[in-house]
């Protein structure tokens, strides 16, 4: 299929402007006098432009079209228009150098085409736009070889990423992994849930955590000889923290957002506080909140790494409280207005900084993610169905991964924030204490052991 | 020896086995009594066949009796074997007994502390006994502030025994949060067992001692 000529569009002006055009063509496909309409403000998160994945030639194109469409409809920003993909003459336009049947697409309700062709060694994504009638977009994204392989779908997914952009100005968030303890072991899965082998990182591990580059996760140990490790993705190897209070019990460790420190929970005979050390681990680790034989445990920093969330039982029973980074100014963010039973915990600050997410007991012992908003501390319920707890932010703090129990077994979940939309992530015996990765470049780490 | 120091010897011996015979026949009372010793008399013909049968019913006697009290002795010390196991045993399980918590609380119940008194003698008797109590929560809550809640309930039962006098050193507390239930279950049933602090002997008791009182 020859390459349309049409100039490639990059700054952000011009996207934002397809944007508003495609989402003309939502409002009214056949009007063609809106030009110029102001764009970058007008993107309205509720409406969800509708998309047509052309079907993929070669032996590779199903599942390339599969993993593309899946990303697509799994960022909830769009509407996936489902054509009928056995009958090319329903999409091809009949009269000779018509490539795209832009009429039909329009009665069908989409604003945007996408057609993929795999060549060589890499993947090549044309958007059409609908109501202009022509190709907005062009661009090919390298595709690692083995087909079907972790990294190869990983450039699929970084390429729907790319396209989403292209359409809202918010790159997506396929190219994520989640991370999680199924039983004894940490494991991890891409964000659409695929995974081609087992990633499995120790045993008796619990809580991981992500840097900020996505490279290294971070866990605790429990039981004797309980310790905080460093887990390096590029190397499938794993460090121990020898600093990290070598006695009693190390939980709940969490990056810093430059990746040089990580800060973490240590329970001993007097409770249990917050410290932090060093990654490289030469220095002892620093004591940051002071309990008073309470326990203060789950840190999670906001994104400018300036305050810190964290549970703390020091009024009786666990709530959320948020503090400065040194220690200084704890106060209290949840309180039992929230929930009738004296439990709040496993806070989440969104990657935007605007709300932090937890888990909150009610009346029937069951209990429900929420959000607080640190502008306001206004709150929001988002779940009802099943008890949900663990809740961690997407790439995009607006999709959530957590725990819950409405299937009978506990399972993870991924929850759209704005549209209530859920999809079941896991199908094992039980998953437990998800953590979604930050945007994983497609130039960053291939994990040599998981390669097939 | 040289023929004149055996013709010494024999009698003497023999005199020896006599008396031994006469000692361990006037100890064993219901044994028959042995034959009457002959009168020392001028050797004649039959008193040495006399002498001789009388020399080999001794040494019978001497080997039933032998045989006798090496089984006396095994069956003392199977005994000994089986008092001191089952004693060992009683011990251990002492030492080693569960505690109980009531939900979301990790301050001791009586019948905890009482659990606990009966440590303390045993821990006290065996200094080269060092002790790991493990901290559990039930399932319910935050799985990650249950790893903190079964840390403080392990601390709790420590403090209580190091208040006592066991020296802080010998006690090393851990936690496994929900993460190790004995019951599998959502009652109150399963939850109740499983809010537990429990007790490993980590190093030392091999041979484990009551108390002198």
Redo the contacts between chains.
């Keep these: 299929m020859p390459r349309l000529s049409i100039p490639t569009m990059r700054s952000s002006f011009h996207a934002a402007a397809l944007a508003a055009l495609l989402l003309a063509g939502v409002a009214s496909a056949q009007d063609t006098t809106r030009r110029g309409v102001t764009i970058g403000l007008s993107y309205d998160p509720a409406s969800r432009p509708g998309v047509v994945v052309l079907p993929v030639a070669g032996a590779l194109g199903d599942s390339v079209r599969a993993i593309f469409q899946r990303d697509l409809d799994y960022s909830d920003r769009f509407t996936i228009v489902p054509i009928d993909a056995s009958n090319p003459s329903t999409f091809r336009g009949t009269t000779p150098g018509a490539e795209l049947n832009y009429p039909l697409f329009a009665r069908l309700g989409a604003a945007a085409v996408v057609q993929l062709t795999v060549s060589g060694g890499s993947l090549h994504v044309a958007l059409h736009d609908v109501a202009k009638a022509g190709v907005a977009n062009v661009e090919d994204f390298a595709l690692p070889a083995p087909p079907l392989s972790r990294d190869w779908r990983r450039a699929i997914h970084g390429a729907a990423d790319e396209m989403e952009r292209w359409v809202t100005g918010q790159k997506g968030i396929a190219q994520s992994r989640i991370a999680f303890v199924d039983g004894p072991r940490l494991r991890v899965i891409d964000s659409d849930g695929a995974e081609d082998a087992v990633t499995t990182i120790g045993g008796q591990a619990l809580s991981p955590a992500w840097n900020s580059a996505g490279t290294m996760l971070a866990y605790s140990t429990f039981g004797s000889a309980s310790r905080i490790v460093v887990y390096d993705l590029r190397t499938n190897r794993s460090r121990v923290l020898r600093n990290a209070t070598p006695t009693n019990t190390n939980l709940t460790p969490i990056f810093a957002s430059d990746g040089a420190s990580i800060v973490y929970a240590h329970a001993d005979d007097n409770g249990s506080d917050l410290f932090m050390i060093g990654i490289d681990d030469n220095m002892p680790a620093r004591r940051i909140s002071v309990g008073r034989g309470t326990d203060n445990v789950q840190p999670t920093f906001s994104p400018d790494g300036r305050r810190l969330a964290f549970t703390s039982g020091r009024s009786g029973h666990p709530e959320v409280y948020i503090m400065d980074a040194d220690g200084t100014n704890a106060e209290l963010l949840t309180s039992f207005d929230f929930g009738d039973r004296n439990y709040r915990s496993d806070p989440d600050w969104s990657p935007d900084g605007r709300l932090i997410a937890f888990q909150s007991q009610f009346a029937d012992g069951r209990f429900q993610i929420m959000t607080i908003s640190l502008r306001d501390r206004s709150t929001k319920l988002l779940t009802s169905e099943g008890s949900n707890e663990q809740p961690s932010w997407a790439p995009d703090g607006r999709h959530l991964a957590f725990a819950s129990t409405r299937s009978g077994v506990r399972q993870l979940w991924v929850l759209d924030s704005e549209s209530g939309r859920l999809r079941q992530l896991t199908r094992l015996p039980g998953a437990n204490l998800p953590a979604w990765s930050p945007r994983l470049g497609t130039s960053a780490t291939t994990n040599a052991a998981a390669r097939p | 020896m040289t023929r004149s120091s055996r013709s010494v010897v024999r009698p003497v011996v023999t005199v020896a086995l006599l008396s031994a015979g006469m000692l361990s026949a006037c100890r064993r009372r219901p044994e028959p009594a042995p034959a009457p010793a002959p009168a020392p008399a001028t050797p004649t013909v039959d008193s040495t066949a006399i002498r001789d049968s009388l020399e080999r019913l001794r040494q019978q006697r001497e080997a039933e009796l032998a045989r006798q009290r090496a089984y006396d002795d095994s069956v003392r010390r199977a005994n000994e074997a089986a008092s001191s196991s089952a004693e060992q045993t009683a011990i251990r399980n002492t030492i080693t007994a569960v505690i109980h918590f009531d939900f979301?609380r990790s301050d001791l119940r009586d019948d905890a502390r009482a659990t606990l008194d009966a440590k303390v003698p045993l821990l006290l008797a065996n200094p080269d006994v060092n002790l790991?109590v493990?901290g559990h929560t039930d399932e319910?809550?935050?799985?990650?502030?249950n790893?903190?809640?079964?840390?403080?309930r392990a601390?709790s039962a420590?403090?209580y025994l190091t208040e006592r006098g066991v020296p802080e050193g010998r006690i090393?507390?851990?936690?496994?949060?929900e993460?190790?239930p004995v019951a599998n279950g959502s009652d109150e049933s399963a939850w109740a067992q499983n809010r537990r602090d429990e007790f490993e002997i980590s190093s030392g008791g091999a041979r484990l001692t009551r108390p002198r009182s």
Excluded: H, N, P, W
Excluded at chain 2, 147 to 152: D, K, N, P, V, Y
Excluded at chain 2, 172 to 177: K, N, P
């Design positions: 979301d790991r493990a319910r809550g935050s799985s990650e502030y790893i903190a809640l079964g840390q403080r601390a420590k403090r090393e507390t851990v936690s496994f949060g993460e190790r």
